[in-house]
């Protein structure tokens, strides 16, 4: 069997010789976005809540890490995921450090700018109170695990080895 998604065919060989089914590209375009609708609808963990944790159930795997099993994963099985997951407690990487090797070429995230344009800055947001702190918080915890960078006016990355203290 010879499949050609550029000529949008087919060939295959019977008992009566080479058969051939085309396609036309309106339908493959149509399939291919209702494809696209239905698998992006749900590979997107952000886009769908994580159930209640009454529904699940903690367990510690190693050192005081915990993971989280549902409660309606089948009884008679839980025990072997546990013990799984005790035994290859090494090889998940629980933060951004136990991953060492990884190559931050592939960790981070560049946007593909058109050159000769000029970049538009957008109106600054600001947060209320609460949400100030949490802001805070979190960026001074990826700070302190060297997730994210400091980075000044026409200087290059400049990682600090101490987080600065809020202001």
């Known amino acids: 069997m010879v499949a ?3 000529h949008l065919c087919v060939k295959f060989p019977t008992p009566f010789g080479i058969a051939t089914v085309r396609g036309e590209r309106a339908g493959a375009s149509k399939c291919f976005e ?12 952000r886009d769908h809540a994580l159930p209640p944790v009454e529904q699940n159930d903690h367990v510690t795997v190693a050192n005081g ?3 989280l099993i549902s409660k309606n994963f089948p009884n008679n099985e839980k025990p072997a995921l546990t ?3 005790f035994e290859y407690f090494d090889v998940f990487a629980w933060e951004p450090s136990d ?8 960790a981070e995230h560049r946007l593909s700018l ?3 344009v000029a970049p538009v800055r957008q109106k600054k947001r600001n947060f209320g109170g609460e949400k100030q702190r949490v802001i805070r918080e979190e960026v001074e915890k990826l700070l302190k695990r060297r997730s994210v960078c400091r980075r ?4 290059k990355r400049v990682c ?8």
């Open 65 to 67: 890490k915990t993971v």
């Open 99 to 106: 991953m060492p090797g990884i190559d931050r070429a592939v």
């Open 152 to 155: 000044r006016a026409n200087q």
């Open 83 to 85: 013990a799984l997951l």
């Open 114 to 116: 058109k050159p000769g």
């Open 34 to 45: 209702i494809n696209v609708r239905l698998h992006t609808d749900y590979m997107d963990p």
């Open 160 to 167: 600090e080895t101490t987080p600065r203290r809020p202001p």
């Open 4 to 6: 050609s998604t550029y």
